[in-house]
């Protein structure tokens, strides 16, 4: 058995840990709010937008855009968004998998990856597949913080480096659940008239026209989608990882308190016993 001094000392290492994971816990719920109001506001931009394109391409007929080209699919581009940090439980593995999924389909020399996050160019950097370009976005993301990679996919696309590009994200469930997906970001699929055509809008210029313009923004809204949903379910996961280590650290800690009081307690019982034995002796 454990002395009580080496038994006291791991409660207090312990306790530390629990202070760690607990302030981690307060930050990653702050940051939690702000990404999830990011991401919930963003969901409807996305719908209206949506809702306008189809809308557009009720009236703009048979179409023709680079980002509609239809190709067969041998060069393959993911933009694959991970975690900047650790400490976030299963995240990064169950987004790394779900990429790994895909991917497999393809031969690594068919594949292109651009990279969002240190935990997904950490994760690339040890398998055979040609990291295109990586990047790290801070906390505080914008719209604006997006252009760089759709201009990278789309100038892939439009160029036939690549005969399609896939998002890998988890999207942003709730604080305790997330879900890895994989969506097709290009070729877009053509708009078709569908649950928006009741909506009614006036165009200038002609319908066809500003399709065609607002093609490309209807792809930067994705990628933004993708990034904030992304960033939700990050702090969202390490909100849950740190509140299970607060957990466990307080279980150990009482787990160790009751080892430390049978320690003290026999250490007690065995001082006492000399002190009779010794008496006993001087008789």
């Keep these: 058995m454990a002395s009580a001094k080496d038994v006291r000392r791991r409660i207090r290492t312990v306790k530390n840990i629990e202070k760690l994971t607990n302030a981690m816990k307060m930050v990653a719920a702050a940051r939690l709010r702000k990404a999830q109001d990011r991401a919930l506001a963003a969901r409807p931009y996305a719908q209206k937008m949506a809702e306008v394109m189809t809308n557009l391409a009720s009236r703009a007929g048979d179409i023709e855009h680079p980002l509609l ?48 996050g240190k935990k997904a160019v950490g994760f690339f950097r040890k398998r055979p597949y040609q990291i295109y370009a990586d990047t790290e976005i801070g906390k505080d993301v914008s719209f604006a913080d997006i252009t760089r990679i759709t201009r990278l996919v789309r100038g892939m696309f439009e160029n036939g480096e690549v005969d399609a590009v896939y998002l890998v994200y988890a999207k942003f469930i709730t604080a305790m659940r997330q879900e890895p997906v994989a969506t097709r970001l290009l070729p877009m699929t053509k708009p078709e008239v569908g649950e928006f055509e009741h909506a009614e809008f006036i165009f200038e210029p002609d319908p066809e026209l500003l399709l065609g313009a607002l093609i490309p923004k209807y792809v930067d809204t994705q990628v933004y989608q993708a990034l904030v949903e992304s960033q939700a379910s990050e702090q969202g996961a390490r909100m849950s990882a740190m509140s299970a280590a607060t957990k466990n650290a307080g279980e150990m800690i009482d787990n160790l308190t009751l080892v430390y009081n049978k320690a003290r307690q026999a250490a007690i019982t065995k001082e006492i016993t000399e002190i009779i034995g010794g008496a006993e002796a001087q008789k």
């Design 69 to 116: 080209e239809v190709r067969k699919e041998t060069n393959v581009a993911y933009v694959i968004f991970g975690a900047e940090r650790g400490l976030a439980g299963s995240f990064n593995s169950n987004v790394m998998n779900r990429a790994m999924a895909e991917i497999r389909e393809h031969s690594p020399e068919q594949v292109r990856l651009v990279l969002v």
